[in-house]
């Protein structure tokens, strides 16, 4: 593991979600990246959350992880993530991002009218909708009336940095020159690139990244073992069902499972799917 997180860091650029929120902690490049995506919102100034804030106002429901939360001097919100695959589910993800952000910005006994307007922005290194385009901006509109705009203050937007269809501007398309390994010539496109090496030739920040790939290790192998163990369970409890309709009784059953599932289930395992059966 140790040598497989050395080699995943050497080979680590921007579209790495841990470099990327790193280097857009840095000085003004996240600003400025706004500015490259959103240049007809004027953004002046915004202030940075923690990278990959935890949003859980309801812990009965997911927390959501956001790669760089920030808020502009006119109190527009902005999620910006780096994704390198292609996300399942990707539209109601984002409902849920967004879901969260509101919950976020509108203090208790607050108005509707209070909510900040707010954007979720996705960068992608490859098309998330197959179309071609560089970008794309989703809003809620009319189904009868294509026209008409529902003013919810929500915006989305998909970044693809392999498209070749529409415009974008310079600087935005030198950092989708970065994403897929191409020189830059910008000011701010060499920038990026400086920070970048910061981050990468910091040993602090190399040990982060190292312990962050142990735990996602850990919760993968984690993942893993109780898909297993639900699956067994699964098994179990249908293949003492087919015993109990057949007439067995549940001692009978209960012998059956302990002999079948020895080494595969534990005791606790075992009286849960009898439990299952005495309903």
Not at 104 to 121: E, F, W
Request: with cysteine; aromatic share 8%; charged share 25%.
């Amino acid at each position: 593991m140790a040598r497989s997180s050395y080699l995943q860091w050497q080979q680590a650029g921007i579209t790495n979600d841990f470099v990327f929120g790193n280097v857009m902690l840095m000085g003004n490049n996240f600003r400025d990246l706004l500015r490259a995506i959103l240049p007809e919102l004027h953004i002046q100034q915004v202030r940075l959350a923690n990278r990959q804030r935890n949003i859980t106002k309801m812990v009965e429901t997911h927390g959501v992880v956001l790669d760089v939360y920030a808020e502009d001097d006119c109190q527009r919100t902005y999620d910006m993530e780096m994704s390198v695959r292609q996300l399942p589910g990707l539209g109601k993800r984002i409902r849920y991002y967004q879901s969260k952000m509101d919950l976020d910005s509108l203090p208790r006994g607050a108005n509707y009218q209070d909510m900040k307007d707010s954007y979720v922005i996705f960068l992608f290194p490859q098309d998330p909708i197959g179309l071609g385009a560089r970008r794309y901006d989703f809003h809620y509109y009319c189904d009868q009336f294509r026209s008409q705009l529902l003013p919810t203050g929500a915006s989305i937007v998909l970044l693809n940095s392999r498209g070749k269809r529409g415009a974008v501007t310079t600087e935005l398309q030198s950092f989708f020159d970065l994403m897929n390994g191409q020189e830059v010539d910008t000011t701010f496109g060499r920038q990026i690139m400086r920070d970048i090496q910061i981050v990468k030739n910091d040993p602090v920040k190399e040990r982060e990244f190292m312990d962050l790939a142990v735990k996602l290790a850990d919760e993968r192998r984690e993942g893993m073992n109780e898909g297993a163990e639900h699956e067994r369970l699964k098994n179990a409890t249908a293949f003492a069902q087919n015993m109990q309709n057949s007439g067995q009784s549940l001692a009978q059953i209960q012998h059956n499972l302990q002999d079948i599932f020895k080494g595969k289930l534990t005791k606790a395992e075992i009286d849960r799917v009898m439990q299952q059966l005495k309903g």
